[in-house]
Nanobody, 116 residues
């Protein structure tokens, strides 16, 4: 397994919810800013949300009010709670760990499909 291990993707109907999880190491969790990216079919990988070590969050405009990123220090895990899902949220979601001076880390990706 890599340093970032994702889980929680799946198939859901529009309006439904999913929670993605990204478990990592103590070192990554304590040093890196964490985030989620997604890559839709035929599209580039785009930022969805980030959370820094102090808990400050940032969201892409289309998910504001629907998605919530959070972190649990005791479990070294970052979550992405996704509510009111839309078909355009479909894609592969990647966990990311970012640092100003160290190479970024990526998870293997988890598929989210929103369809009726």
């Amino acid at each position: 397994q890599g340093e970032l291990v994702e889980s929680g993707g799946g198939l859901v109907q529009p309006g439904g919810s999913l929670r993605l999880s990204c478990a990592t190491t103590v070192r990554i969790f304590s040093l890196f800013e964490m985030g989620w990216y997604r890559q839709g079919p035929g599209k580039r990988r785009d930022l969805v949300a980030t959370i820094d070590k102090t808990g400050n969050t940032n969201y892409e405009d289309s998910v504001k009010g629907r998605f919530t990123i959070s972190r649990d220090q005791s479990k070294r895990t970052v979550y992405l709670q996704m509510n009111s899902l839309k078909p355009e949220d479909t894609g592969v979601y990647f966990c990311n760990a970012n640092h100003s001076f160290l190479p970024p880390r990526w998870g293997q990706g988890t598929q989210v499909t929103v369809t009726a």
